[in-house]
Every structure is written in structure tokens, then in C-alpha cells.
T-cell receptor, first 114, second 117 residues
Framework: EPEVTQTPSHQVTQMGQEVILRCVPI?????FYWYRQILGQKVEFLVS????????KSEIFDDQFSVERPDGSNFTLKIRSTKLEDSAMYFC????????????FGEGSRLTVL | AQTVTQSQPEMSVQEAETVTLSCTYD???????LFWYKQPPSRQMILVIR??????QNATENRFSVNFQKAAKSFSLKISDSQLGDTAMYFC??????????????FGGGTRLMVKP
């Protein structure tokens, strides 16, 4: 069964460093998303992406964040200069555009900023 | 802005019994969608069940059903004949309408359910 895959599963970085989290959505899906969950808190929406542009973004998704679909398969989240508060589990998801609204999530990438 | 509240951080149930997970939400929207997602330990979140706000009939999917009370802004999940594989974190989520796949989901804080043998 097709799955959304994310790499790395865990990344440790120093404050101020750039981080790129990678996702491979399900191949025929059209909509892509990033969500994050800070430990002990709610899962929060960051951004949705369709047709090579951002559809919607939250207040969290400031200039430090960017997304890109560099080729036909990958969807990346870049954090330019990481802060301690960026430590979280980052979930990628995709959707084929069906009206069911079902998102298919990856297992997440845990980012630890020291 | 929408908020979703799950008041039960943890619950447990004996195998084969029935359990109900609570969810309330706050919105000024009239057109929206509600979801329950399940996240088993170390696995992806998967959709359990979905409800359109304009539908009065409660959604059901096999052993999973919802009690959707629009006026009360309540959306509880009932799991019948609980199985060990139902052990997971359950998230209630809200999406405002009209439906657009790019719309964000607003999640509740989750309920950790443990099914005991």
C-alpha cells in the first residue's frame, strides 16, 4: 500500500543551523502539507502546497520556513536558522484531492535543536 | 479561529468492550468537516472516520461510530468491541468548509487509548 515517507526520522542540530526535512508523498497525490507537534502539545498546521505554490499557511510558518517540491517526488521543509522552540515532531501529509478530506501522514521527523 | 478540545488525555478499556472518546469544538462556521484520526505507537496517523456538518446522520465505519451533536458542538467517537489493535492516540480534527483539499486541519490534543486484554 502506498505510503508517505519522511527522512530523517530524527535529526539533532545546533541552534542557528539550517535544517531540511524531506518527504516523499504518495505518487499521484496533488496536495502536500506540513504539520508539527511540539512535545506534549497539539498537532499544528504549518503549510499546504498545491500546484507548486503555497495554498495556505499558519502564523507559525514565518520567513524562517520554506517549502519546495524540487522534483516530481520530493516535498521539503526548510528551516533556515533553527531555534530551540523549533524542536518538535514534523509530519508530512498528502491528499489526492478527493472530497473525503483524508490526509495520508508520514511517520514524522523528530527535530531536536540544542 | 477554531478550537478543538479533547478532555480525556488517557483512557483504557477492556478488550471486547465499548469506549467513547469525547471531542468538543468551537467555531462560528456553519459548513465544516470533522474527523477522527488514529495514531498507533510509532506509526502514521490514519483516518478513522469523517463527518460532514450538513449531514444529520451520524457516520459509521464498522466498529467505529460518531455521535455528532451540532448544536452542542460535540463530536464523540464510539469504539465497539474494542480490539488490542485499537490501542493508539486518537485525534479529533476540524476543517472549515467549503471543502478545499488545501484547507488546514485543526487538531485536538489527543486521547491516548489503551485496550487491555
Amino acid at each position: 500500500e502506498p505510503e508517505v515517507t519522511q527522512t530523517p526520522s530524527h535529526q539533532v542540530t545546533q541552534m542557528g543551523q539550517e535544517v531540511i526535512l524531506r518527504c516523499v508523498p504518495i505518487s499521484n497525490h496533488l496536495y502536500f502539507y506540513w504539520y508539527r507537534q511540539i512535545l506534549g502539545q497539539k498537532v499544528e498546521f504549518l503549510v499546504s502546497f498545491y500546484n507548486n505554490e503555497i495554498s495556505e499557511k499558519s502564523e507559525i510558518f514565518d520567513d524562517q520556513f520554506s517549502v519546495e517540491r524540487p522534483d516530481g517526488s520530493n516535498f521539503t521543509l526548510k528551516i533556515r536558522s533553527t531555534k530551540l522552540e523549533d524542536s518538535a515532531m514534523y509530519f508530512c501529509a498528502s491528499n489526492g484531492g478527493a472530497s473525503t478530506g483524508e490526509l495520508f501522514f508520514g511517520e514524522g521527523s523528530r527535530l531536536t535543536v540544542l | 479561529a477554531q478550537t478543538v478540545t479533547q478532555s480525556q488525555p488517557e483512557m483504557s478499556v477492556q478488550e471486547a468492550e465499548t469506549v467513547t472518546l469525547s471531542c468538543t469544538y468551537d467555531t462560528s462556521e456553519n459548513n465544516y468537516y470533522l474527523f477522527w484520526y488514529k495514531q498507533p505507537p510509532s506509526r502514521q496517523m490514519i483516518l478513522v472516520i469523517r463527518q460532514e456538518a450538513y449531514k444529520q446522520q451520524n457516520a459509521t465505519e464498522n466498529r467505529f461510530s460518531v455521535n455528532f451533536q451540532k448544536a452542542a458542538k460535540s463530536f464523540s467517537l464510539k469504539i465497539s468491541d474494542s480490539q488490542l489493535g485499537d490501542t493508539a492516540m486518537y485525534f479529533c480534527a476540524f476543517m472549515k468548509g467549503p471543502y478545499n483539499a488545501g484547507n488546514m486541519l485543526t487538531f485536538g490534543g489527543g486521547t491516548r487509548l489503551m485496550v487491555k486484554p
